[in-house]
């Protein structure tokens, strides 16, 4: 690649920085400006994920694997500058992150985003944040991503006021704070021991770390995962979350799906680049810790999702049990287990997403705690009004609405509960199948494992029945609920997605073990990052 | 030089962890100032205790690296401080509202009996 199209790395980080920042120069007021500009870049941001991914899974001239595509930010030298990495991995997280801030923007039209002042610009912002996260080969220039993701997020988390949500505002930016404290620990330890901060060149040192260093590098990498695995929901990390995403308004909620996955990813990314196979000393680093913990956030979440009373509190125990699924895969440190992770992550989050979005038609006239007040304006041009003043814009309503709610809510909980015949259910399958083939002898967290994945989708099942017959079979005397084409079609498009995964699952599956190989190989991610050549002089030889 | 930093960390972080599980907001939030100010002295520490050395080299002189400070956690502290300035600014604005719309400043929203 050549001229413009090398630049393309970074465009999805600087595409929604500079749309978030043309936004706040226009008045608030002018809605349907700001709308159509979030909704171009969710596009762009889609049609630049879909290069990268056709890019990254061309193998390489000399008919080796793919390599990832590196970007030296002021064309410094590798280790010496910040780079950007866009390998399969990341290309994978940019298009899911895409596709939920397409479905998300599109959905906020029907009226989340009148719900407070510049929620357009914050979205963006944090979808900036987030493809920061999955892009860089940096891990000083993560925190620094991570900050930003937050910092919208802090903003989402309080969009549409509310006592409910300032409280639950409060606990989340303070709990965040004080990880991304632990995260500076954890990275300041790293580079005291490694006298490095970039991901590629610290996986080729780490092998040649003194084993009197070995414990301050492993202490420094341990409490750097902490910061992940609050953010990722690791029990007994994971207080905050359900009450936070619960207090969400919708559309910010289906974004949060994917915030959980960057810690996750974050994980898979250092595991496989510090303490591989290669790692020496360090190699298979608490690979252990992170299985048991998988084990009992997803006991965890079987216990909340079965007391659950409302459906974003299904919704925030199942992105639990989520998290511990795929924390429990991760540690088994094989990548056929790591394949089908990957493609339970995918199918997942969309389904989690596509959940949030049908919660608050489902539950319409049920209970309005959260529905957006109209409160006085803070900004000099900010929207006041109430929304439902407002049906006349977007608001064709879909006849029988009753019969695509339920559609959508039977659907979405095959998916939540891993039933046949759709995507859920061959994630769960292959990660079992990978479980059960890896070894002769199988140990007892396998099994406990296996048992648990199987028990998880139990307990999702009894929810998701419970709470239909409660919401949507049992006549009920409220009103007739009503749901708006804006609100249906990001639904669909997301179960749509979970089907396409369904029927396609045998190409999207070879991807993903591709995608696991590469992440079994970290000196082919070290070896293309650190010779990458500069735009400027010809590569030196090593 | 190693032990006032040393104590300086100690007695930041324990006094910023002491005021972190306090039940006020506005003590939970001067509690992440001094974890903040601990954590960017023990990054500075990082980068290993220099007196008096410079961490910039001149240009097209050429120079012995180990007479010289390491630039590099200087540069982290710096961009560490702006961000954790930025983070308790918003969680003061936080802690407005909430103690606007509850009408009490204990971090939950709500008066607990027993609790300072």
């Known amino acids: 690649m050549s001229g413009w199209a090398s630049h393309l790395v970074i465009g999805p980080i600087v595409v929604p920085l500079v749309a978030a920042a043309a936004m706040l120069l226009f008045n608030d007021r002018r809605t349907w400006l700001k709308r159509a500009l979030g909704i171009a870049t969710t596009v762009a941001l889609f049609a630049m994920a879909l290069v990268l991914l056709q890019t990254v899974s061309t193998p390489a001239a000399d008919g080796g694997p793919a390599r990832p595509l590196v970007y030296l930010l002021g064309d410094w030298a590798a280790p010496f500058g910040i780079v950007l990495v866009a390998d399969r991995l990341s290309v994978l997280m940019l298009m899911l992150t895409s596709i939920l801030g397409f479905a998300a923007m599109v959905y906020a039209l029907a009226r989340w985003d009148r719900a407070g002042p510049r929620f357009h610009a914050l979205f963006l912002l944090l979808l900036m944040g987030v493809n920061g996260a999955f892009l860089t080969g940096d891990i000083f220039n993560l925190f620094v991503f991570f900050e930003i993701l937050l910092a919208a997020s802090y903003g989402l988390v309080l969009h549409g006021s509310g006592v409910v949500r300032i409280k639950a505002g409060l606990h989340y930016v303070t ?70 995403y619960a207090a969400a308004a919708p559309p910010a ?51 909340g999702i079965l007391s659950a ?26 990548a056929t287990v790591w394949a089908a992770a990957l493609f339970y992550l995918v199918s997942s989050t969309l389904a989690v997403a596509a959940f949030y979005l049908l919660i608050e038609p489902v539950e319409r006239g049920e209970r309005d705690e959260l529905a957006p007040g109209a409160p006085g304006a803070i900004f000099e041009d900010e929207y006041v009004g109430t929304f439902d003043e407002e049906e006349d814009e977007s608001g064709i309503a879909i006849p029988a609405t009753i019969a695509v709610l339920g559609g959508g809510f039977i659907l979405c909980s095959l998916l939540l509960s891993g039933l046949p015949p759709l995507s859920g259910f061959i994630a769960k399958f292959a990660i079992i199948d990978g479980l059960l083939i890896f070894e002769d002898t199988i140990a007892p ?53 979970c089907f396409v995964l369904m029927v396609q699952a045998g190409p999207v599956m070879g991807y993903m073990e591709a995608t696991a190989r590469a992440l079994g190989q970290p000196h082919l991610y070290s070896e293309a990052v650190l010779s990458a050549p500069r735009i400027s002089q010809p590569a030196v030889a090593p | ?71 590099l956690p200087q540069a982290l502290v710096l961009t560490a401080i702006v961000i954790s300035f930025a983070t308790t600014a918003l969680l003061l604005v936080v802690l407005l509202a909430s103690r606007g719309q509850t009408g009490t400043d204990h971090v939950d929203g709500e008066e607990k009996d027993g609790e300072p």
């Open chain 1, 175 to 244: 709990i965040n704070v004080a990880t991304s404290l632990l995260f500076l620990i954890g990275v300041s330890l790293i580079y005291g021991v490694t006298g490095t901060l970039n991901m590629a060149d610290l996986a080729a040192r780490i092998p040649h770390v003194p084993a009197s260093d070995l414990m301050l590098l492993e202490g420094g990498a341990a409490i750097l995962g902490i910061a992940f695995l609050v953010k990722a929901g690791m029990w007994p990390l994971s207080f905050w979350l359900p009450t936070t």
């Open chain 1, 253 to 303: 909620a289906a974004l949060f799906a994917i915030m959980s996955k960057v810690g996750i990813y974050v994980i898979l990314r250092l595991s496989s680049l510090f303490f591989g196979q290669d790692a020496g000393a360090a190699a298979g680093f608490a690979d252990t810790w992170l299985t048991i913990g998988g084990l009992a956030t997803i006991a965890y979440g079987v216990i």
């Open chain 1, 309 to 334: 009373q409302t459906l974003t509190r299904v919704a925030g125990n199942y992105i639990l049990i989520s998290s511990g699924t795929l924390l429990a895969a991760i540690g088994t440190d094989s």
């Open chain 1, 445 to 497: 967290t396998t099994w406990a494992l296996i048992a648990l994945i199987i028990l998880s989708g139990l307990a999702a099942m009894i929810t998701m029945t419970r709470a239909g017959i409660d919401l949507l079979w049992t006549p009920a005397d409220r009103p007739q609920s009503y749901l708006r084409v804006v609100e249906a079609a990001p639904i669909a498009l997301l179960l749509a997605l």
């Open chain 2, 1 to 71: 030089m190693e032990i006032v930093l040393a104590l300086g960390i100690g007695i930041f972080t324990a006094s910023g962890i002491w005021l972190l599980f306090r039940p006020r907001t506005f003590q939970v939030i001067i509690g992440l100032c001094l974890l903040s100010y601990a954590v960017n002295l023990f990054i500075l520490a990082m980068g290993r205790l220099r007196m008096d050395a410079p961490p910039i080299i001149e240009r097209g002189v050429a120079v012995d690296p180990s007479q010289y400070a390491d630039p």
